[in-house]
């Protein structure tokens, strides 16, 4: 199916010509439709919003302006120097359309640049772990509970968990038997939802809370970091959950629906640079607890992570996009694959955080 009609009505509601139009898919995230729209003169970034996962897109929108406003007064003082993914009005001035009951947005085009699926190197790793420092450093002084949670329980592994239950006993599309080992797997690792709601001392902050490496975008002339992006789950947060995200999305060679299990290890020396990117901007910040907590995100990330991926394939795939029938699964096996080597890894990871 042509997307031309579509492309002129979006063109018309945000100010585009019709002549040259173009509307074509970009990204790979999993839950929103996201897609290039150009005419001759100029392009933007338009996205469909999935009102599923997101029920109050305008929630949405307004913490991201949010966010885009603080950031925006900080560079304006020269105390944040990436570029800030912003919302473009309608010719009407509204921030969120409504198209036959699609709600859609716009975002500025951030041109000469690019986004990685698998980190290629420790200095990637460390550029990436700093842009995104420097995005948490920026809003340390931003009142997190201005965020309105736009996902209940986002990071609450303890309600993750009693949702995987449910989905077990419940076996609505028959697919518990044709994933009986990896349930089994998390049942054994249910100590870590305690562990997590046990922590103490750390305060909560405005998080991004999807760090993942496709969230932040490079130079194409310079490699350096141009831009943190994807602001949908900006919320109230914690730190440690944040850099457990980088963890699961940086440290391994391939990426989490890959099926080379055996290829899927932590890479130490990307581990390390990701603790020098992200601990420096936070240095002035960051409290000891926060610092000491970020071994429990290593393990928290990959793990919840692999737990939702397998809920949502037991559940039918209502949540992720998927490509094909197991791939909830094969990204779960994935996950857990990660999470079990950050484990085995333990003693020389955490040696690297205590050195901070």
């Known amino acids: 199916m042509s997307n031309l009609p579509l492309a002129v009505e979006l063109a018309g509601l945000f100010g585009l010509s019709e002549q040259g139009l173009k509307l074509n898919p970009i990204g790979n995230g999993h839950i929103n439709t996201t897609m290039l729209l150009r005419d001759k003169e100029q392009a933007l970034v338009v996205q469909k919003l999935n009102t599923d996962v997101f029920p109050d897109p305008e929630q949405l929108v307004n913490n991201a302006r949010l966010i885009e406003k603080h950031l925006s007064e900080k560079a304006e003082n020269a105390l944040y120097s990436l570029e800030i993914i912003k919302h473009l009005p309608t010719t009407q001035g509204e921030f969120l359309a409504d198209i036959n009951g699609e709600k859609w947005r716009a975002l500025e085009f951030i041109g000469g640049s690019f986004s990685e699926e698998v980190v290629k190197s420790a200095e990637q790793a460390e550029i990436a772990a700093s842009a995104f420092g420097q995005f948490a450093a920026a809003l340390q002084d931003f009142d997190a509970k201005q965020l309105f949670p736009v996902i209940p329980n986002f990071h609450n592994l303890a309600m993750r968990v009693e949702l995987f239950k449910d989905k077990v006993a419940k076996d609505v599309v028959g697919r518990v038997a044709t994933a009986q080992n990896e349930i089994a797997f998390c049942f054994d690792q249910f100590g870590l939802a305690d562990e997590l709601a046990n922590l103490r001392n750390v305060p909560l902050r405005p998080c991004h809370n999807d760090t993942k490496i496709n969230n932040m975008l490079f130079c194409t002339e310079t490699e350096v970091a141009k831009a943190v992006i994807d602001l949908d789950t900006c919320m109230p947060g914690y730190w440690l959950c944040d850099f457990g995200d980088m963890v699961r999305t940086c440290c391994s060679p391939e990426a989490e629906d890959s099926t080379n299990l055996e290829n899927v290890k932590v890479r130490e020396d990307i581990f390390h640079a990701l603790v020098k990117g992200y601990a420096k901007p936070l240095a002035p910040f960051i409290t000891n ?63 690297m955080l205590e050195a901070i």
């Open 289 to 351: 607890d926060e610092l000491q907590s970020f071994w429990l995100g290593a393990k928290v990330l990959p793990f919840m992570i692999g737990l939702r991926f397998l809920t949502d394939y037991l559940d039918g795939d209502n949540y992720f996009s998927t490509k094909y029938p197991e791939h909830n699964l094969v990204r779960a096996r994935n996950q857990f694959a990660l999470y079990q080597d950050v484990c085995r890894q333990e003693s020389v990871l955490k040696s």
